[in-house]
């Protein structure tokens, strides 16, 4: 069976689940190209306990999105055994609690779409299907708004598509490819978070009055809301019109 994309409604009712009872367990967990969105990451660190730079270095590399041109943060898969997810084991995965989005949703797909006219949003959803993939097998029902609930998904969806209508600023001002020194910024600001709040807190980095007082003082006490602050600099910073 080739791989299928299955456009489907959120409310139509099928027939998944990913247990270790599939023959099919941690089968996708190997040849690994997961890249991890910056709330993907924070949650990882956190998950961890351990500052963003060491999680960086130990658990992720950097690359260039080719469509993008902006950096791009995966999991630094384990090269001697098939590319497999250095947090797997034959139990399943040791950081459940704390895996990616993509890793939540599959096997869905998700797209949000803007109309230019309204502004409205409108989400688009298909089913994945994978020949190596025996979850749709079993007889469990499933539908979209139950699975995004059972896999704690509101949260990562909401915070990845601030990420998305960033790239889509960016892509839609035409802009080259950062330069070294932007990619660091961009870097700093939305992965490496424990360096951004020396540099918010410690270092001045911000105009506290054009960033918003408000905004500041909730990214002081939270990582989420730092995040948030990092995005809106790097929106301002590189991204929008002087």
């Known amino acids: 069976m080739e791989n299928q994309f299955i456009a489907i409604d959120p409310q139509k009712i099928f027939c998944f689940d990913?247990?270790?009872d599939n023959v099919c367990f941690n089968a996708c967990c190997r040849n690994l190209?997961?890249?991890?969105?910056p709330f993907d990451f924070l949650m990882l660190k956190k998950f961890l306990g351990l500052p963003s730079t060491q999680c960086l270095e130990t658990y992720t590399v950097q690359s260039t999105g080719p469509a993008t041109g902006l950096p791009v943060v995966s999991i630094k898969p384990d090269y001697k055994d098939?590319?497999?997810?250095?947090?797997?084991?034959?139990?399943?995965?040791?950081?459940?609690?704390a895996r990616p989005a993509s890793c939540r949703i599959y096997p869905l797909a998700r797209a949000v779409t803007r109309s230019r006219e309204t502004g409205e949003r409108k989400e688009h959803w298909a089913l994945i299907r994978e020949?190596?993939?025996k979850g749709f097998d079993s007889n469990k029902k499933q539908t979209i708004t139950r699975w995004i609930r059972n896999q704690d998904l509101k949260e990562y969806n909401e915070m990845n598509d601030l990420m998305v209508e960033l790239i889509a600023l960016k892509n839609q001002r035409g802009k080259a490819p950062l330069t070294l020194f932007e990619t660091k910024m961009f870097h700093m600001a939305l992965y490496d978070l424990d360096t951004f709040r020396s540099h918010v807190f410690e270092k001045n980095l911000l105009d506290k009055r054009a960033a918003g007082e408000k905004m500041i003082q909730q990214a002081r006490s939270s990582d989420k809301a730092l995040l948030k602050l990092g995005?809106?600099?790097?929106?301002?910073?590189?991204f929008t019109a002087s």
């Open 18 to 20: 990913c247990s270790s």
């Open 33 to 37: 190209n997961q890249c991890l969105t």
């Open 82 to 97: 098939h590319l497999k997810c250095p947090f797997v084991t034959p139990k399943g995965c040791s950081i459940y609690p």
């Open 131 to 133: 020949a190596h993939c």
């Open 231 to 238: 995005m809106a600099w790097i929106k301002s910073e590189l």
